[in-house]
């Protein structure tokens, strides 16, 4: 069974920076599809970033050039660097992790990920 367990987030001021980890247990991240996502209140959930097995990533237009995501298969687990933080940042933040790779073009779609973490919050003031 796979393990997802966050840590990390908090609250800073606009233009501050937060790092996120996602611990990952009960496989070896090397062989599974990673992702962040987020959710603000009363708004639907919404990819940030995503990594595939052999590296590749794709991130939201949102947070392109402020975000890095990064998988370390040696200490399994999954993190989000995020700079340059708005308040429209704010929100949950989600770990997400599959087995089978996302059908093509749906690697930012929620549904495409089986196993997800807690959440953590980000609070970003203005």
């Known amino acids: 069974q796979v393990r997802l367990v966050q840590s990390g987030g908090g609250s800073v001021q606009t233009g501050g920076s937060l790092r996120l980890s996602c611990q990952v247990s009960?496989?070896?991240?090397?062989?599974?599809?990673m992702a962040w996502f987020r959710q603000a209140p009363g708004k639907e959930r919404e990819a940030v970033a995503t990594?595939?097995?052999?590296?590749?990533?794709t991130y939201a237009d949102s947070v392109k050039g402020r975000f890095t995501v990064a998988k370390n298969n040696a200490e399994n687990t999954l993190s989000l660097e995020m700079n340059s933080l708005k308040p429209e940042d704010t929100a949950m933040y989600y770990c997400?992790?599959?087995?089978?790779?996302?059908?093509?073009?749906?690697?930012?779609?929620?549904?495409?990920?089986?196993?997800w973490g807690q959440g953590t919050q980000v609070t970003v003031s203005s």
């Open positions: 009960g496989t070896d991240s090397r062989w599974i599809y």
């Open positions: 997400a992790a599959d087995l089978n790779p996302p059908r093509y073009s749906r690697e930012l779609q929620s549904s495409e990920y089986d196993y």
């Open positions: 990594i595939g097995r052999i590296g590749t990533i």
